[in-house]
């Protein structure tokens, strides 16, 4: 039987996929074929005009270069689009979605010698439709990594909530990974929550320090969630976002806190604020990016100066704090196109997780 691990967490945007992104590209070391699996997606995308997981696509198109020769159907055999679960409540048929899920598994685990299972949120996401991720994972009968993020009692905790669901369902922990710490609270953090869950009989398999690139979104994304409308600069749309600044201050106030790698939301109707940003560009450092807030746009003059220094910028008829509400509250997924964060990601894993102790425990 192939190797088998089903990836959970403690919530949403603990780092599920970022994890299993990263053990498929180092377990490539050990392994010649690596299968991948999420059973239950729910966030998907059309694709060849298949309703997939996002996470899914990620890992089909970046996984080539490792191996992944799943078909993309399989690796999302269940896409919770809209109205799926009140359709199930109305009439529910649990008996069709194990099938979905078991015959796309028997096909994904052909021929491999590792499968990398991703579930959705916490042990308990899916049971409103008889297929909570413990369920899955005994379906599957795999044994489970909880993935957790930083701190030291509330991981903790709910750690042991999760295991306790996976325990009712049989299925046994192997292990968790600890992620996003930050870096000026690591060695404490890393000490204390291993002692922690030594207490509690549960091995920790890994602590990964948080990486702020990673939660940079690109001008890219941020059109793709919303609604906003792109007015010049194409071309430069992979620009990331380090930092935002709302330009609803004086001039001499907003350069304060203008760094490399900006996003400026301001309403078109500031000049001062657009003409500051401008003369911050002529220096070293740059803009990502520029949103136009209130309907307000600019003369198209600007506009050009803009575009000539690759500046993209949107447009949003929404007041200025709903944009900035609006891209702050973004989640920001990794991209097949995202080539320096998935180097940081293989290497996190590389460095902060013990891969002997990963194979030993699954």
Same mark, same amino acid.
């Given at each position: 039987?192939?190797?088998?691990?089903?990836?959970?967490?403690?919530?949403?945007?603990?780092?599920?996929?970022?994890?299993?992104?990263?053990?498929?590209?180092?377990? $490539?070391?050990?392994? +010649?074929?690596?299968?991948?699996?999420?059973?239950?997606? @729910?966030?998907?995308? /059309?694709?060849?005009?298949?309703?997939?997981? /996002?996470?899914?696509?990620? &890992?089909?198109?970046?996984?080539?270069?490792?191996?992944?020769?799943?078909?993309?159907?399989?690796?999302? !055999?269940?896409?919770?689009?809209?109205?799926?679960?009140?359709?199930y409540l109305l009439k529910p048929d649990k008996g069709e979605i194990t099938r979905h899920i078991k015959e796309s598994f028997r096909r994904i685990k052909k021929n491999q010698e590792m499968v990398i299972i991703e579930g959705t949120g916490h042990a308990g996401v899916g049971s409103v439709f008889d297929h909570s991720n413990a369920y899955v994972a005994k379906l599957?009968?795999? +044994?489970?990594? &909880?993935?957790?993020?930083? =701190?030291?009692?509330?991981?903790?905790?709910?750690?042991?909530?999760?295991?306790?669901?996976?325990?009712?369902?049989? %299925?046994?922990?192997a292990g968790v990974i600890i992620n996003k710490v930050l870096p000026e609270k690591f060695d404490k953090i890393n000490k204390l929550v *291993?002692?922690?869950?030594?207490?509690?009989?549960?091995?920790?398999?890994?602590?990964? !320090?948080?990486?702020? /690139?990673?939660?940079?979104?690109?001008?890219? $994304?941020?059109l793709e969630e919303t609604d906003f409308k792109l007015l010049c600069a194409e071309n430069a749309l992979e620009n990331r976002v380090a930092k935002i %600044?709302?330009?609803?201050?004086?001039?001499?106030?907003?350069?304060?806190?203008?760094?490399? @790698?900006?996003?400026?939301?301001?309403? =078109?109707? *500031?000049?001062?604020?657009?003409?500051?940003?401008? /003369?911050?560009?002529? +220096?070293?450092?740059?803009i990502s990016g520029i949103i136009l807030t209130g309907g307000f746009s600019v003369e198209k003059e600007l506009l050009d100066t803009f575009a000539s220094r690759n500046i993209p910028v949107l447009f949003s008829k929404s007041d200025t704090y709903t944009v900035a509400s609006l891209v702050h509250d973004l989640t920001v997924k990794i991209q097949p196109q995202d080539k320096e964060k998935i180097d940081i990601i293989v290497k996190l894993i590389a460095d902060y997780v013990d891969i002997d102790k990963f194979l030993k425990a699954i």
């Open positions: 039987m192939s190797k088998r691990v089903f990836i959970a967490a403690t919530k949403q945007n603990d780092g599920k996929t970022t994890v299993a992104l990263g053990l498929i590209f180092n377990l $490539q070391k050990r392994f +010649k074929n690596i299968g991948f699996i999420k059973p239950i997606g @729910q966030r998907y995308l /059309e694709e060849d005009g298949l309703k997939v997981d /996002e996470d899914s696509l990620l &890992i089909e198109k970046v996984g080539k270069a490792c191996g992944i020769k799943c078909g993309l159907k399989d690796m999302s !055999p269940v896409a919770v689009e809209k109205g799926f679960t009140e359709k599957l009968h795999s +044994k489970v990594v &909880i993935i957790s993020s930083g =701190g030291i009692g509330r991981p903790i905790d709910e750690i042991l909530l999760n295991r306790a669901l996976f325990e009712k369902e049989g %299925v046994k922990l *291993r002692e922690g869950l030594k207490r509690k009989g549960i091995e920790v398999l890994g602590v990964i !320090p948080y990486h702020p /690139e990673l939660s940079y979104p690109t001008i890219r $994304q941020i %600044v709302v330009g609803a201050m004086q001039p001499k106030d907003a350069v304060k806190y203008f760094v490399d @790698q900006f996003l400026l939301i301001t309403p =078109g109707d *500031r000049l001062d604020i657009l003409n500051s940003a401008l /003369e911050f560009q002529d +220096k070293d450092s740059r």
